[in-house]
Protein backbone atom coordinates (compact mmCIF):
# COMPACT_ATOMS: atom_id res chain seq x y z
CA UNK A 1 0.00 0.00 0.00
CA UNK A 2 3.32 2.20 0.46
CA UNK A 3 4.38 1.97 -2.77
CA UNK A 4 0.68 2.75 -4.24
CA UNK A 5 0.26 6.15 -2.29
CA UNK A 6 3.97 7.22 -3.51
CA UNK A 7 2.89 6.86 -6.59
CA UNK A 8 -0.53 8.55 -6.04
CA UNK A 9 1.88 11.07 -4.73
CA UNK A 10 3.80 11.39 -7.56
CA UNK A 11 1.23 12.68 -9.75
CA UNK A 12 0.57 15.95 -7.28
CA UNK A 13 1.55 19.58 -9.36
CA UNK A 14 4.99 21.01 -7.94
CA UNK A 15 5.26 24.73 -7.25
CA UNK A 16 8.18 24.99 -9.67
CA UNK A 17 10.03 22.96 -12.31
CA UNK A 18 12.72 20.46 -10.88
CA UNK A 19 15.59 22.80 -9.96
CA UNK A 20 18.18 19.95 -10.39
CA UNK A 21 17.56 20.12 -14.48
CA UNK A 22 16.84 23.83 -14.73
CA UNK A 23 18.91 27.24 -13.86
CA UNK A 24 16.34 29.47 -12.26
CA UNK A 25 19.57 31.72 -11.60
CA UNK A 26 19.70 32.79 -14.85
CA UNK A 27 15.69 33.13 -15.85
CA UNK A 28 15.55 36.59 -14.36
CA UNK A 29 14.05 38.29 -17.49
CA UNK A 30 12.22 34.85 -18.88
CA UNK A 31 8.95 33.48 -17.65
CA UNK A 32 10.61 29.99 -17.23
CA UNK A 33 13.96 28.92 -16.71
CA UNK A 34 16.15 27.26 -18.84
CA UNK A 35 18.08 23.96 -19.14
CA UNK A 36 21.54 23.51 -16.91
CA UNK A 37 24.49 24.25 -19.61
CA UNK A 38 25.57 21.09 -18.41
CA UNK A 39 22.38 19.04 -19.20
CA UNK A 40 22.08 20.76 -22.04
CA UNK A 41 25.00 20.09 -23.57
CA UNK A 42 25.18 16.40 -22.34
CA UNK A 43 21.51 15.90 -23.55
CA UNK A 44 23.17 17.30 -26.80
CA UNK A 45 25.98 14.26 -27.06
CA UNK A 46 24.05 12.18 -26.04
CA UNK A 47 21.22 12.34 -29.27
CA UNK A 48 24.13 12.69 -31.72
CA UNK A 49 24.87 9.55 -30.00
CA UNK A 50 21.64 8.20 -31.12
CA UNK A 51 21.39 9.79 -34.59
CA UNK A 52 24.51 7.87 -35.39
CA UNK A 53 22.84 4.46 -33.97
CA UNK A 54 20.20 4.89 -36.34
CA UNK A 55 22.20 4.39 -38.92
CA UNK A 56 19.97 6.25 -41.73
CA UNK A 57 20.74 9.96 -43.41
CA UNK A 58 17.78 12.26 -41.74
CA UNK A 59 17.43 15.60 -41.61
CA UNK A 60 17.67 16.53 -38.18
CA UNK A 61 14.94 19.54 -37.20
CA UNK A 62 15.40 20.24 -33.38
CA UNK A 63 16.08 18.02 -30.14
CA UNK A 64 13.52 18.10 -27.71
CA UNK A 65 12.92 17.71 -24.21
CA UNK A 66 9.17 16.92 -23.00
CA UNK A 67 7.22 14.81 -20.20
CA UNK A 68 7.18 15.55 -16.48
CA UNK A 69 10.22 17.07 -16.16
CA UNK A 70 9.69 19.65 -18.34
CA UNK A 71 6.29 20.29 -16.24
CA UNK A 72 5.30 21.06 -12.77
CA UNK A 73 4.13 17.25 -12.61
CA UNK A 74 7.58 15.74 -11.87
CA UNK A 75 8.86 13.19 -9.49
CA UNK A 76 11.83 10.71 -8.64
CA UNK A 77 9.77 8.21 -11.03
CA UNK A 78 10.35 10.78 -13.91
CA UNK A 79 12.64 10.08 -16.82
CA UNK A 80 13.92 12.92 -19.07
CA UNK A 81 12.32 12.03 -22.66
CA UNK A 82 14.85 13.08 -25.59
CA UNK A 83 13.21 13.63 -28.39
CA UNK A 84 14.97 13.30 -31.87
CA UNK A 85 12.63 15.54 -34.52
CA UNK A 86 13.14 13.61 -37.81
CA UNK A 87 11.77 15.17 -41.51
CA UNK A 88 10.30 11.71 -42.74
CA UNK A 89 9.77 13.47 -45.98
CA UNK A 90 13.69 13.45 -46.34
CA UNK A 91 14.17 9.83 -46.01
CA UNK A 92 13.55 7.79 -49.56
CA UNK A 93 11.97 4.93 -47.74
CA UNK A 94 8.50 4.39 -47.16
CA UNK A 95 7.15 6.09 -43.74
CA UNK A 96 5.45 3.06 -42.48
CA UNK A 97 8.45 0.86 -42.81
CA UNK A 98 10.84 4.08 -41.71
CA UNK A 99 8.69 4.21 -38.33
CA UNK A 100 8.95 0.36 -37.63
CA UNK A 101 12.83 0.83 -38.26
CA UNK A 102 13.02 3.53 -35.69
CA UNK A 103 10.68 1.69 -33.11
CA UNK A 104 12.91 -0.82 -33.66
CA UNK A 105 16.12 1.05 -33.53
CA UNK A 106 15.04 3.57 -30.51
CA UNK A 107 14.18 -0.06 -28.42
CA UNK A 108 17.15 -1.68 -28.93
CA UNK A 109 19.30 1.79 -27.57
CA UNK A 110 17.10 2.16 -24.71
CA UNK A 111 17.66 -1.61 -24.19
CA UNK A 112 21.28 -1.48 -24.20
CA UNK A 113 21.79 1.79 -22.30
CA UNK A 114 21.55 3.17 -18.76
CA UNK A 115 22.42 6.72 -19.15
CA UNK A 116 21.41 8.57 -15.84
CA UNK A 117 21.13 12.88 -15.74
CA UNK A 118 21.90 13.49 -12.50
CA UNK A 119 20.09 10.50 -11.17
CA UNK A 120 17.18 10.64 -14.11
CA UNK A 121 17.10 7.86 -16.55
CA UNK A 122 17.61 8.98 -20.44
CA UNK A 123 15.22 7.63 -22.86
CA UNK A 124 14.92 8.37 -26.65
CA UNK A 125 12.39 8.53 -29.30
CA UNK A 126 12.67 9.28 -33.00
CA UNK A 127 9.71 11.36 -33.86
CA UNK A 128 8.75 12.30 -36.96
CA UNK A 129 8.52 15.94 -37.14
CA UNK A 130 5.13 16.39 -38.64
CA UNK A 131 3.36 14.17 -36.10
CA UNK A 132 1.24 16.12 -33.60
CA UNK A 133 2.48 15.61 -30.26
CA UNK A 134 0.60 16.55 -27.14
CA UNK A 135 2.26 17.72 -24.16
CA UNK A 136 2.02 21.38 -22.38
CA UNK A 137 5.74 21.31 -22.03
CA UNK A 138 8.67 20.94 -24.76
CA UNK A 139 11.79 22.69 -24.33
CA UNK A 140 14.18 23.04 -27.34
CA UNK A 141 17.19 21.43 -26.04
CA UNK A 142 19.04 22.38 -30.06
CA UNK A 143 18.27 26.16 -29.25
CA UNK A 144 17.84 26.44 -25.50
CA UNK A 145 14.34 27.85 -25.57
CA UNK A 146 10.93 26.78 -24.76
CA UNK A 147 8.74 25.53 -27.77
CA UNK A 148 5.59 24.98 -25.32
CA UNK A 149 5.89 26.59 -22.14
CA UNK A 150 4.57 24.38 -19.41
CA UNK A 151 1.61 25.16 -18.34
CA UNK A 152 1.07 24.09 -14.06
CA UNK A 153 -2.39 22.76 -14.16
CA UNK A 154 -4.50 21.60 -10.82
CA UNK A 155 -4.28 18.10 -10.24
CA UNK A 156 -8.19 17.84 -9.78
CA UNK A 157 -8.09 14.01 -10.03
CA UNK A 158 -9.61 11.81 -7.23
CA UNK A 159 -6.88 9.08 -5.81
CA UNK A 160 -10.09 6.24 -5.72
CA UNK A 161 -11.16 6.82 -9.03
CA UNK A 162 -7.70 6.81 -10.23
CA UNK A 163 -7.21 3.75 -8.29
CA UNK A 164 -10.23 2.06 -9.23
CA UNK A 165 -9.73 2.17 -13.06
CA UNK A 166 -5.98 1.33 -12.48
CA UNK A 167 -7.48 -1.84 -11.17
CA UNK A 168 -9.41 -2.66 -13.78
CA UNK A 169 -6.65 -2.97 -15.89
CA UNK A 170 -4.06 -4.63 -13.15
CA UNK A 171 -7.38 -7.39 -13.08
CA UNK A 172 -7.27 -7.62 -17.43
CA UNK A 173 -3.31 -8.24 -17.08
CA UNK A 174 -3.36 -10.53 -14.11
CA UNK A 175 -5.79 -12.53 -16.04
CA UNK A 176 -3.82 -12.90 -19.19
CA UNK A 177 -1.32 -14.45 -16.72
CA UNK A 178 -3.48 -16.91 -14.88
CA UNK A 179 -4.96 -18.24 -18.48
CA UNK A 180 -1.55 -18.09 -20.11
CA UNK A 181 -1.53 -21.47 -18.06
CA UNK A 182 -4.30 -22.62 -19.61
CA UNK A 183 -4.14 -22.07 -23.38
CA UNK A 184 -1.74 -22.20 -25.79
CA UNK A 185 1.09 -19.41 -26.59
CA UNK A 186 -0.43 -18.30 -29.48
CA UNK A 187 -3.78 -17.28 -27.72
CA UNK A 188 -1.79 -15.74 -25.21
CA UNK A 189 0.23 -13.63 -27.22
CA UNK A 190 -2.51 -12.52 -29.03
CA UNK A 191 -4.07 -11.41 -25.93
CA UNK A 192 -1.25 -9.45 -24.63
CA UNK A 193 -0.71 -7.19 -27.82
CA UNK A 194 -4.25 -6.51 -27.63
CA UNK A 195 -4.32 -5.55 -24.05
CA UNK A 196 -1.20 -3.46 -25.12
CA UNK A 197 -3.09 -2.13 -28.34
CA UNK A 198 -6.13 -1.09 -26.74
CA UNK A 199 -3.79 0.67 -23.51
CA UNK A 200 -1.86 2.76 -26.44
CA UNK A 201 -5.47 4.13 -28.12
CA UNK A 202 -6.82 4.35 -24.27
CA UNK A 203 -3.80 6.89 -23.44
CA UNK A 204 -3.77 8.93 -26.91
CA UNK A 205 -7.40 9.75 -26.64
CA UNK A 206 -7.01 10.86 -22.99
CA UNK A 207 -4.22 13.22 -24.15
CA UNK A 208 -5.76 13.79 -26.97
CA UNK A 209 -9.18 14.85 -24.56
CA UNK A 210 -7.87 16.46 -21.37
CA UNK A 211 -4.19 16.18 -21.60
CA UNK A 212 -1.57 15.28 -19.33
CA UNK A 213 -4.31 15.14 -16.34
CA UNK A 214 -6.74 12.66 -17.49
CA UNK A 215 -7.53 9.75 -16.27
CA UNK A 216 -6.26 7.65 -19.12
CA UNK A 217 -3.32 9.59 -18.97
CA UNK A 218 -2.87 8.54 -15.22
CA UNK A 219 -3.58 5.53 -15.41
CA UNK A 220 -0.80 4.39 -17.72
CA UNK A 221 1.24 6.03 -15.83
CA UNK A 222 -0.02 4.32 -12.55
CA UNK A 223 0.53 0.91 -14.70
CA UNK A 224 3.91 1.79 -15.77
CA UNK A 225 5.10 3.32 -12.17
CA UNK A 226 3.87 0.01 -10.08
CA UNK A 227 5.07 -2.73 -12.78
CA UNK A 228 2.22 -3.64 -14.15
CA UNK A 229 3.66 -2.56 -17.69
CA UNK A 230 6.72 -4.30 -17.79
CA UNK A 231 5.05 -7.53 -15.88
CA UNK A 232 3.14 -7.51 -19.23
CA UNK A 233 6.10 -7.57 -21.23
CA UNK A 234 7.79 -9.87 -19.63
CA UNK A 235 5.40 -12.45 -19.96
CA UNK A 236 5.38 -11.69 -23.66
CA UNK A 237 9.41 -12.23 -23.54
CA UNK A 238 8.94 -15.22 -21.73
CA UNK A 239 6.28 -16.85 -24.15
CA UNK A 240 8.07 -16.08 -27.25
CA UNK A 241 11.37 -17.28 -25.47
CA UNK A 242 9.60 -20.63 -24.40
CA UNK A 243 8.21 -21.36 -27.82
CA UNK A 244 11.66 -20.27 -29.95
CA UNK A 245 12.93 -23.18 -27.61
CA UNK A 246 13.46 -26.46 -28.02
CA UNK A 247 14.44 -28.95 -25.11
CA UNK A 248 15.87 -32.57 -24.99
Known amino acids: MMKTDKILQSFKVKDELNSEIWDYASSENDKEPHLKPEIDEKLLEIADNFINFLGVDVDIEDITMTGSLANYNWSSFSDIDLHVLIDFDSVNIDKKVLRELFNAKQGMWNSLHDIEVYGYEVELYAQDANEPHYSTGVY ?4 DEWLVSPNRLEDTFDDNKLLQKSLTWMDMIDGVERKSYLQGPEETLKMIQKIKDKLKKFRKCGLEDKG ?12 RRNGYLGKLSELKNKITDDTLSLEE
Do not use: G, H, I, T
Open 212 to 223: EFSYENLVFKFL
Open 140 to 143: SVMN
